[in-house]
């Protein structure tokens, strides 16, 4: 498996450690206008596809059946933090649809949001499925599932019809067949979809400049989410994430999705600078979140002109610092002489 | 940079990430019997140096002035959770040498171990400098300044006497020059020193089996620092840390410590299977700790016949577990066709 070094840790003036990973950056058409790396590297697409796991959910009306605001139908294409603005959307979301909180099946973890966290324990208290980054997501799983007549208790099954409603749409805007989708199981208990790199990037083109042949209650879901993800980015992430800090930084003009372990996705909005949009894949291929990736995801929205040069300068390059605050190194992209 | 893939992240039956590194294995006699990936590469020694950080102390009397017992010296060479045993220790050392923990200049971080972590906000705490996983270290740095007449407020700066002595000895050991060798700032605003990873495995080579030259003194302080790691294995880490359980995995067999950023060193004692001892060092280049670095750490010492085929099944092959608890995944080493 080839991979480029993307980012190099740098402690002092010495490279302590690398980030290898692959880019792939299409147009709207689904032309391929770079890539780094294996482009055709198959990995999950990880929480990247949750618009996709959402789509035909709203597609069929399951979201106007139960009342879904905009706020929830972002909510169910999130990675929360796990912050209260978030637990509240999900929360109304069981509601409306007749489901209690037992009823998820993504299991729990402490909010990714670090002084929710501290706040949840400091208080004595435990966390609930609804803090689960994914209960959005499950959230809307349960609804499609009531909403179609499928068992709600196998919700997370990929034998569920649901899922195998997923699968479809996911094979659909990937442009592969569904069969040659490996399913796996994501960390809430989902299923989830190794494809290659480049696939995952033609589902986000679909999705931002939806083809000719698809139907046209699918291509309105797919403006829906662009539209619910775009006004409500502390939704889709939280204080201090990555999609939220982006869309933002940016606002109107793309979505950002991360996946676990290295995976950003972006859809750039057909505008002036790109009339048929972008669609940016990313993996880290060591599955790192916290260092390469952020730092990537701005160096190549700035070397597309989406950024300016100046933007985000607290992300990259992102100092490195000691327990008493001292800046100690950086986080620097390795991507500039390389592409574009 | 050459590196070599040293193990898989597996979701389902698909390869989801990757870890690469280098590896370089020594006889005591400093002969490399195995190496992968590129064994020259420049690194930071980071935490897995501080039992060199702490001979120089040793050697010339310090810990005996100041009557270090063995814990003590254990916990000087510790990257310890900040549990209470933990604490307990550092706080003594401090007592000890006539300091207060205002005195060190390490920063504060919550502690490693979770439990303990979540014990000190449930109650309303923050951590102290105590609970900082280098305390053990810089309690002794500042007896040593004491002891060397140094100033003691700037102990953590590398133009201080201590550290031109904990320099000079690392270069001894490494046997590079110490000129050769690149200083940056620890996460504990400690000095660091970044060198050729088959350096750094000199160093553990003559530790275990201290080369004829070395003083007595310092032959000897190498004998109690590897004792007192020995004796004290839950010191150096803590409950359910790499280095604790592999140190009580071969009892008396050997030395293990971690560094920041995915390094590990070994040194194996002198014994009928390795009449010299062995050294092993290991770098995981994207800086790894948690999947890549224990589940080779664990391969490689059951390839060297250290460890036994069945030991430790819980660290290697790792499972990964959704949020549910169910294994749907697992983390491989990718060494066994590569060495030895």
Same mark, same amino acid.
């Given at each position: &498996?080839?991979?480029? =070094?993307?980012a190099?840790v740098i402690?002092g003036?010495?490279?302590?450690? =690398?980030?290898?990973g ?9 032309n391929?206008?770079e890539?780094l790396?294996?482009?055709n590297t ?5 929480s990247?596809c949750k618009?996709?796991?959402? +789509? ?7 979201a ?7 706020d929830?139908?972002a +909510?169910a294409?999130? #990675?929360?933090?796990g ?10 979301m ?9 009823? /998820?099946?993504c299991?729990t973890h402490l909010p990714?949001?670090?002084?929710e966290?501290?706040r949840?324990?400091?208080a ?13 997501k499950h959230?809307?799983m ?11 208790t #196998? ?8 899922q195998q409603e997923?699968l479809?749409?996911?094979?659909e805007?990937?442009e ?5 989708i490996?399913?796996g199981?994501?960390?809430c208990?989902a299923?989830?979809? !190794? ?6 990037? *033609?589902?986000?083109a679909?999705l931002?400049?939806?083809?000719? $042949? ?9 403006? *829906?989410?662009?539209?619910? &993800?775009?006004?409500f980015?502390? /939704? ?5 994430? +990555? %999609? ?9 003009k793309?979505?950002?999705? =991360?996946?676990? %372990?290295?995976?950003?996705?972006? $859809? =750039? ?8 949009? /972008? ?7 060591? $599955? %790192?979140?916290?260092? !390469?990736?952020?730092?990537v995801?701005v ?16 992300i990259?390059?992102m ?5 008493r605050?001292?800046i100690?190194g ?11």
């Amino acid at each position: &498996m080839n991979s480029e =070094v993307l980012a190099h840790v740098i402690r002092g003036e010495t490279v302590e450690s =690398v980030h290898r990973g692959h880019i792939v950056i299409m147009d709207g058409d689904k032309n391929v206008l770079e890539s780094l790396g294996g482009p055709n590297t198959v990995t999950y697409f990880r929480s990247a596809c949750k618009a996709f796991q959402a +789509l035909p959910f709203i597609a069929g009306g399951g979201a106007d059946h139960f009342g879904f605001a905009e706020d929830e139908i972002a +909510l169910a294409c999130a #990675s929360h933090s796990g912050e209260p603005m978030h637990t509240k959307v999900a929360a109304s979301m069981l509601r409306k649809a007749g489901f209690a909180e037992s009823d /998820l099946r993504c299991g729990t973890h402490l909010p990714f949001n670090e002084k929710e966290a501290e706040r949840l324990i400091a208080a004595g208290n435990r966390p609930t499925q609804l803090h689960n980054n994914c209960s959005g997501k499950h959230a809307a799983m349960l609804a499609f599932a009531k909403h179609i007549e499928a068992d709600p208790t #196998s919700y997370d099954s990929i034998t569920n019809p649901i899922q195998q409603e997923i699968l479809k749409i996911i094979a659909e805007f990937a442009e592969i067949p569904a069969e040659s989708i490996a399913i796996g199981v994501d960390g809430c208990a989902a299923p989830n979809f !190794a494809m290659p790199l480049t696939a995952m990037a *033609r589902c986000f083109a679909n999705l931002i400049k939806p083809r000719e $042949g698809l139907a046209e209650n699918v291509k309105t879901a797919c403006y *829906r989410i662009i539209s619910a &993800m775009m006004k409500f980015p502390e /939704l889709i992430g939280g204080t201090e994430r +990555l %999609d939220t800090i982006l869309m933002k930084a940016a606002p109107g003009k793309l979505i950002s999705k =991360v996946g676990a %372990d290295g995976v950003w996705l972006c $859809g =750039v909005l057909p505008n002036d600078q790109y009339p048929s949009g /972008l669609a940016i894949a990313l993996k880290i291929d060591d $599955g %790192d979140d916290k260092r !390469a990736r952020p730092v990537v995801a701005v160096e190549l929205l700035k070397r597309l002109d989406i950024l300016t040069t100046g933007a985000l300068p607290e992300i990259s390059p992102m100092p490195i610092l000691n327990r008493r605050g001292d800046i100690v190194g950086r986080i620097d992209a390795n991507i500039s002489e390389k592409i574009l």
